[in-house]
């Protein structure tokens, strides 16, 4: 064990924990967080996805101790539901949640790229969530939740 | 919904307001199997009218992901005149909610919409206010309206009364009254439009509490170790190999079952991977590349005739030709992208389990067997999980975490890992279809044969069975017996619930006819045989299947006969509803009329073609046609399916854009499932056990463009809308691979592979 300092959606935990757990278990345990997700432990669907210095990153793998320090983002850090981020608002006006479970994967890998890069291309969008699965396959509506929330970005 | 204490239906109507007490739990005798339980006969069973004019609703049917809060929530505020957001509706709670038996088989609009249940309590609490709104004004109730939960004159609004005026806080004290008029569809308001989903800016902005976050005071992490193979049994554990690890609490052994509690999640997981256990070696596997011939070499069987006319010999030999062909699925998984979690506290002879089970009032039966208690003693309250699709592993976790807390009296989460998940869930049937053809001298079908084999082994778990899913059996229960039978009697009535029975023939039994179509020969055997491995349901259970073959075969039979492809479905329906859909699809489409495979149809290249599917549903909950449009990639064997028309008919629709949402969801999961999806096994076990293994569509996948025509029946029955589009897409894909290309692909998953190999043969 050791004491590692975390910065979560803006606020500084000291936590005392083993330094090889994976920041999920830190966020969805000892922070109580629901944005960031179980799916599969390996790092191969995106339900734990934060962001990581403008980076979309897999929490489920990634030792705590990797990031110490560094400023993590999760669903719940971009907005609330009585205030949403663009991107969430995008989501919820077009209804493009059915179970809801892999919105961490999609919504944050896909702000992450266009964080990035304003002007991302579809094919830019498609390759991104590439190795983001949604099983409920809403695939078409967060596509366009993507791209509507990428108009507004361009403005 | 950050219900995470567990409360009483007393305690939770104290805090609302209202005084509904009348609620009792039923005797365990008059619990059954049927799939809508034993629910409420009383008014006051399922809604109370809150001091302040709110209304609390209850349903014993759940939220999947599918909408059905928001639509159920609609359909309280309809038959009630109250806005949406003034109806608080608590699902599925053993110590609250009816007993609604089990959400599944797209059965909730069925059952929750029609007239019974939740819309009849609806519409019975409504006439009684009116009857107390009239006693109170001194008017006759034919003069009074009502809106927003206020009831007035219609000639002067100024003479009004509140619901929660008339009856706040207290008890109807009513039966329902089966004679109580629904709002008719006409006069809907909230009912029928897009009333956006309830839990979405909460989902979109990771406020909502899954079972997956439910955390209770002094709580443990469990993890399980499955067997290494399939039979394995347990022979012994060294329980020093963990003791010592930080946070180790306790390894836990019941029979089969394994498992270990720590202090922190991640501690449970490293201590479970370094357990030392001695497993007997598996008891073997057939070989997966054999798996359609073992099915249907397999003794004994379980054969059922849907329909037996007696005359397909004689009409196929007297048939100026007979067509025949056999079609395979593979096992496929649900694979829900959460892996399955719960949470159970048991202690002092009581439990209390927070689960994702689409069957809280069935699961506290069996957890209460597994755990050695009386179901009264065991409280579930259902808290929603990802996507299910069916029979996942929410019963199952279910029973892990409750043995696990059992044993160390504290409550326990577990969350499978992901190859536990997929390794041991109750997967989709395989099958193994025969069908044989016979057309007269007009080219017009006279008789239809149908034989086919799958395998089944568990199931949901239903009253009785935990020993259905994994952890049970682990546990010392056997799943339910295999029900060897053969010959098949004869049917007695006609059911298509498994969509066995083609949608062309008349379905005739005893006389009466309860088919789609036209052609009057017809014989349909199915014979189950015992799996080897869990089976259960997956969305469209053996519909998806039959549907594939029937929808499949009808298309080699038109384009033998130079016909097209719609023309010839249209000629053998007889049912209007089927027909319309067929014809909304096809014209959505700008189907182009003439035979398949295309003219020009080449080797080589990218070559385009369409196709079309259709179903009724369980052979009575829902209307679906597709059209699929692709494009083959001859030198890769890679199907890209570019786009998809899909008309639907599900009677009165509740909520069009859910209904939209849903189709389209269907849709691709229907791609998914018939290009890439398919369980693998070595000669121990399975060895589908992650994202790299089993490869569904991901959300960068080259997606179609998905157009939907919705037929609104307002004056119809409420039929499913879940499971109507994935049934039919892989049969349109198929036929249209055919379209374009010529080659007749019989089994799903259509992979780059089989593609080529396809092309290989006749190129």
């Known amino acids: 064990m050791s004491m590692i300092t975390l910065k979560v959606n803006g606020r500084t935990h000291m936590l005392d924990v083993d330094p090889a757990t994976p920041l999920l278990y830190i966020l969805s345990d000892d922070l109580a967080l629901r944005g960031p997700k179980f799916g599969c432990g390996l790092g191969q669907c995106g339900c734990c996805t934060v962001i990581i210095k403008g980076q979309a990153v897999r929490s489920c793998v990634t030792p705590v101790s990797s990031v110490a320090g560094a400023e993590i983002t999760t669903l719940e850090g971009l907005g609330s539901s009585a205030k949403p981020h663009p991107i969430q608002k995008a989501f919820i006006d077009e209804q493009a949640v059915q179970c809801g479970f892999c919105l961490s994967g999609v919504i944050m890998t896909a702000k992450a790229l266009l964080d990035r890069n304003p002007k991302a291309s579809d094919a830019d969008i498609q ?3 590439s190795g983001v699965l949604c099983r409920c396959h809403t695939h078409t509506r967060m596509v366009r939740a993507i791209k509507r929330y990428a108009q507004g970005v361009k403005a | 919904m950050n219900c995470i204490n567990p409360i009483s239906r007393r305690t939770f109507l104290k805090t609302s307001g209202a005084l509904v007490v009348t609620f009792s739990l039923a005797p365990e005798s008059v619990f059954s199997q049927r799939l809508d339980g034993a629910s409420s006969n009383q008014v006051d069973g399922w809604l109370s009218v809150n001091a302040d004019g709110s209304v609390t609703a209850f349903t014993g049917k759940c939220e999947l992901g599918h909408g059905l809060y928001t639509a159920q929530t609609q359909l309280v505020a309809e038959e009630l005149s109250v806005p949406v957001n003034r109806v608080k509706l608590i699902q599925c709670d053993t110590e609250i909610t009816p007993d609604q038996g089990t959400t599944s088989g797209a059965q909730s609009h069925p059952t929750n919409f029609n007239h019974g249940s939740l819309a009849l309590a609806c519409a019975t609490a409504r006439e009684a206010l009116t009857r107390l709104a009239a006693t109170r004004l001194g008017l006759p109730a034919d003069r009074l309206g009502v809106k927003d939960g206020v009831i007035s004159a219609k000639t002067d609004p100024s003479q009004k009364v509140s619901y929660g005026e008339l009856i706040g806080g207290k008890k109807f004290n009513l039966t329902l009254d089966t004679r109580a008029k629904r709002k008719p569809a006409a006069e809907w308001t909230i009912l029928g439009t897009p009333v956006p989903r309830i839990e979405i800016p909460a989902m979109a902005t990771g406020e909502f509490e899954y079972v997956h976050n439910v955390r209770v005071p002094a709580m443990l992490y469990g993890q399980v170790v499955r067997p290494p193979a399939v039979g394995s049994t347990l022979v012994s554990v060294d329980e020093n ?6 946070g180790v609490v ?18 449970a997981i490293q201590a479970a991977n370094k357990l030392k256990a001695v497993w007997t070696p598996g008891t073997g596997l057939p070989k997966h590349s054999e798996i359609h011939d073992y099915l249907r070499n397999k003794k004994p069987t379980r054969d059922t005739y849907a329909v037996n006319s007696k005359d397909v010999d004689e009409k196929l030999s007297s048939a100026v030709k007979v067509m025949k062909s056999t079609y395979f699925y593979p096992y496929q998984m649900h694979g829900s992208i959460g892996s399955s979690c719960a949470v159970a506290d048991v202690q002092n002879g009581k439990a209390t389990v927070w689960s994702a089970s689409q069957a809280v009032y069935p699961l506290r039966n069996t957890v209460a067997m597994v755990l050695g208690l009386q179901p009264e003693n065991v409280h579930i309250i259902f808290k929603m999980g990802s996507g299910c699709y069916g029979c996942n592993g929410a019963d199952t976790v279910s029973y892990d975490a409750a043995l696990l807390s059992q044993a160390v009296g504290r409550p326990v989460r577990v969350q499978l890992t992901r190859k536990d998940e997929m390794a041991w869930e109750n997967y989709g049937l395989a099958f193994v279809i025969d069908q ?4 007269d001298e007009n080219g017009t079908i006279i008789a239809w044969d149908y034989e086919a084999w799958s395998p089944t082994l568990g199931n949901r778990p239903g009253m009785t069975n935990p020993g259905n899913v994994v952890t049970g059996f682990l546990a010392g229960f056997p799943p339910a017996a295999f029900a060897a039978r053969t010959p098949a009697p004869d049917p007695t009535n006609f059911a298509n619930n498994n969509n066995a029975v083609p949608s062309y023939v008349t379905g005739t039994v005893n006389g009466n006819s309860g088919g789609t179509g036209n052609v009057r020969s017809q ?3 199915s014979r189950d045989v015992v799996s080897p491995f869990w089976t259960g349901p997956l969305r469209s259970p053996a519909r998806l299947q039959n549907t ?6 009808i298309d080699e039979v038109a384009a033998e006969l130079k016909a097209d492809p719609v023309e010839y479905r249209l000629r053998h329906l007889s049912d209007t509803r089927l027909m319309d859909v067929v014809k909304g699809a096809s014209k959505a489409a700008n189907w182009d009329s003439r035979p398949s495979p295309r003219n020009g149809a080449r080797r080589g290249g990218i070559s385009s073609g369409r196709g079309i599917a259709c179903v009724l549903y369980e052979g009575d909950n829902g209307y679906c ?3 699929a449009e692709v494009d083959v990639h001859q030198d890769t064997g890679r199907v890209a399916v570019k786009r998809l028309v899909i008309a639907n008919d599900v009677g009165p629709i509740s909520n069009p854009d859910g209904l939209r949402n849903q189709l389209e969801g269907g849709a691709l999961h229907g791609v998914s499932r018939t290009l890439s999806e398919e369980v693998t096994w070595d000669d121990q076990k399975v060895t589908s056990i992650d994202w790299r293994t ?7 996948a080259e997606i179609p463009k998905i157009e939907t025509v919705l037929i609104n029946r307002p004056d119809a029955p409420a039929a499913g809308a879940g499971e109507t589009a994935v049934t039919v897409v892989a049969a349109a894909i198929g036929n249209a691979i055919f379209d374009a290309t010529g080659i007749r692909l019989r089994q799903v998953p259509f992979t780059p592979e089989r593609v080529k190999a396809a092309l290989g043969k006749i190129g």
């Open chain 2, 523 to 525: 014989r349909v055997l």
């Open chain 2, 625 to 627: 046609a597709v059209v």
């Open chain 2, 436 to 439: 044989r053809i016979g057309v």
């Open chain 2, 548 to 553: 594939f073959a029937h929808e499949s075969f």
């Open chain 2, 241 to 246: 190999s963990v003791i010592g690890l930080p």
């Open chain 2, 250 to 267: 306790k390894v836990v052994v019941k029979k089969n079952f394994l498992g270990v509690v720590a202090e922190k999640p991640w501690q």
């Open chain 2, 694 to 700: 089993y490869r569904p569509l991901p959300v960068g």
């Open chain 1, 127 to 129: 390759q991104a969530l």
